[in-house]
């Protein structure tokens, strides 16, 4: 169909234009023209929207400029907050395929198959010799894109419903592998199921907020990090999803009700922006250094079920044992209790000023099994958990 390609055309040269100086690849400019998207939207809901609405073959031209725009859609899952699987924004999708650098014939281990549409795009990029294992925790979703798979006559994709968090030992070792959903940890089953010299492509959270997409090597014992950028994806379910990494309410703060009528201090502070409009993004950098370098860094949110409108989020550095309360909250910061962790977040904030303003995706990384002995040098951070630890380094 001719208005067909005209979007796809479109979305291509927006996408050339958004990644000028890493243009997309032929190859996988190729596998893309190749694997149409709106092929793997059944039915979709746009966000911060409750309407779902169902693509079929009548219908089809009415929801084209939707389904080629360069934004992600909602596959599964009727709360924002609480989303369950998405086909992501395209032009960071062929991104990520050149970040990864599929060659034919690999082998390659997916974790979140959703749409299938990634899944059919790196079939396409490794050939008939190549094959992808894409595992998908929710039934349904796993269904529908196997079903587009088969209808589409995509034959060296295997869709396998399951948690994508323990990898898919029955496939390994794997040349490359991806995650299509965003981990706060690196399970160990990555470090025995990837080759040395493999690529693991993989979106780290933080309890700061904001996500950095890592381009690790696996390297004898660890993962080492080549490339890195910020992005936003919905964090993976199963057992490795953790509800820690949501902010809390300050009002659950067992302490909250006595802090809160000891308050010591108001200074004015601005994050390069005036008012709550701009804050989210102007401290994502100081939020995800605090959340690697400050024991202390919290992230919280003021829940108003009686008012309307979003959440209210903000950070600060909260010290129990010194009964120390610092808030950063749109244009000031409130200290509660004394101002002792007002005194260490302006320190953080100094040093973090001194380094140059990183965020987590301006760091190198490397990924280790727990058991791996590790110590930190100078502008180094060791953060373990559950499964693996990282060590941060400027």
Same mark, same amino acid.
């Given at each position: 169909?001719?208005?067909?390609?005209?979007?796809?055309?479109?979305?291509?040269?927006?996408?050339?234009?958004?990644?000028?100086? /890493?243009?997309?690849?032929?190859?996988?400019? !190729?596998? *893309?023209?190749?694997?149409?998207?709106?092929?793997?939207?059944?039915?979709?809901?746009?966000?911060?929207?409750?309407?779902?609405?169902?693509?079929?073959? !009548?219908?089809?031209?009415?929801?084209?400029?939707?389904?080629?725009?360069?934004?992600? &859609?909602?596959? %599964?899952?009727?709360?924002?907050?609480?989303?369950? #699987?998405?086909?992501?924004?395209?032009?960071? =999708?062929?991104?990520?395929?050149?970040?990864?650098?599929?060659?034919?014939?690999?082998?390659?281990?997916?974790?979140?198959?959703? #749409?299938?549409?990634?899944?059919?795009?790196?079939?396409?990029?490794?050939?008939?010799?190549?094959?992808?294992?894409?595992?998908?925790?929710?039934?349904?979703?796993?269904?529908?894109?196997?079903?587009?798979?088969?209808? &589409?006559?995509?034959?060296?994709?295997? =869709?396998? @419903?399951?948690?994508?968090? !323990?990898?898919?030992?029955?496939?390994?070792? *794997?040349?490359?592998?991806?995650?299509?959903?965003?981990?706060?940890? &690196?399970?160990? %089953? %990555?470090? @025995?199921?990837?080759?040395?010299?493999?690529?693991?492509?993989?979106?780290?959270?933080?309890?700061?907020?904001?996500?950095?997409?890592?381009?690790?090597?696996?390297?004898?014992?660890?993962?080492?990090?080549?490339?890195?950028?910020?992005?936003?994806?919905?964090?993976? +379910?199963?057992?490795?999803?953790?509800?820690?990494?949501?902010?809390?309410?300050?009002?659950?703060?067992?302490? $909250?009700?006595?802090?809160? @009528?000891?308050?010591?201090?108001?200074?004015?502070?601005?994050?390069?922006?005036?008012?709550?409009?701009?804050?989210?993004?102007?401290?994502?950098?100081?939020?995800?250094?605090?959340?690697?370098?400050?024991?202390?860094?919290?992230?919280?949110? /003021?829940?108003?079920?009686?008012?309307?409108?979003?959440?209210? *989020? %903000?950070?600060?550095? $909260?010290?129990?044992?010194?009964?120390?309360? =610092?808030?950063?909250?749109?244009?000031?910061?409130?200290?509660?209790?004394?101002?002792?962790?007002? @005194?260490?977040?302006?320190?953080?904030?100094?040093?973090?000023?001194?380094?140059?303003?990183?965020?987590?995706?301006?760091?190198?990384? +490397?990924? *280790?099994?727990?058991?791996?002995?590790? #110590?930190?040098?100078?502008?180094?951070?060791?953060?373990?958990?559950?499964?693996?630890?990282? &060590?941060?380094?400027?």
């Amino acid at each position: 169909m001719e208005l067909i390609e005209k979007y796809q055309k479109q979305l291509l040269d927006q996408t050339q234009l958004i990644y000028r100086e /890493t243009p997309i690849s032929p190859a996988t400019q !190729q596998a *893309y023209l190749a694997t149409p998207r709106h092929r793997f939207v059944k039915r979709y809901r746009e966000w911060a929207t409750t309407e779902w609405r169902e693509v079929t073959a !009548q219908n089809l031209e009415e929801h084209l400029a939707t389904l080629y725009a360069d934004r992600p &859609l909602i596959l %599964f899952g009727d709360n924002d907050q609480d989303v369950g #699987s998405t086909i992501s924004q395209p032009s960071f =999708v062929l991104h990520m395929l050149d970040m990864l650098q599929i060659a034919p014939g690999q082998n390659i281990f997916e974790l979140g198959t959703g #749409s299938g549409w990634n899944a059919a795009l790196m079939g396409n990029l490794v050939g008939p010799q190549g094959t992808i294992h894409s595992l998908e925790i929710i039934p349904q979703v796993a269904q529908t894109a196997a079903a587009t798979l088969a209808e &589409l006559g995509i034959s060296n994709v295997r =869709v396998i @419903e399951g948690d994508g968090g !323990q990898g898919w030992l029955a496939g390994a070792p *794997y040349d490359r592998a991806i995650f299509s959903a965003g981990a706060y940890d &690196l399970p160990h %089953f %990555f470090f @025995e199921q990837i080759r040395v010299g493999g690529l693991l492509l993989v979106v780290i959270k933080s309890e700061g907020g904001g996500d950095s997409l890592f381009l690790l090597r696996k390297a004898a014992d660890h993962f080492e990090s080549l490339d890195s950028q910020q992005c936003a994806f919905v964090q993976m +379910k199963g057992s490795n999803h953790l509800d820690s990494l949501d902010p809390i309410q300050l009002e659950s703060l067992p302490e $909250w009700q006595e802090l809160k @009528e000891q308050p010591v201090g108001k200074r004015a502070f601005w994050w390069g922006t005036k008012g709550k409009d701009g804050f989210l993004w102007q401290t994502l950098g100081i939020r995800s250094f605090l959340s690697i370098s400050e024991p202390r860094f919290q992230a919280f949110k /003021t829940v108003r079920p009686d008012q309307p409108g979003p959440d209210e *989020y %903000f950070f600060g550095l $909260w010290d129990r044992e010194q009964h120390s309360l =610092v808030l950063a909250k749109d244009d000031a910061l409130l200290s509660y209790g004394n101002s002792l962790a007002e @005194e260490c977040l302006l320190k953080d904030v100094e040093r973090w000023v001194r380094l140059g303003m990183p965020g987590a995706a301006s760091l190198a990384l +490397k990924i *280790y099994p727990l058991d791996v002995p590790l #110590s930190a040098a100078a502008d180094q951070w060791i953060v373990r958990r559950r499964e693996s630890q990282f &060590l941060w380094s400027l």
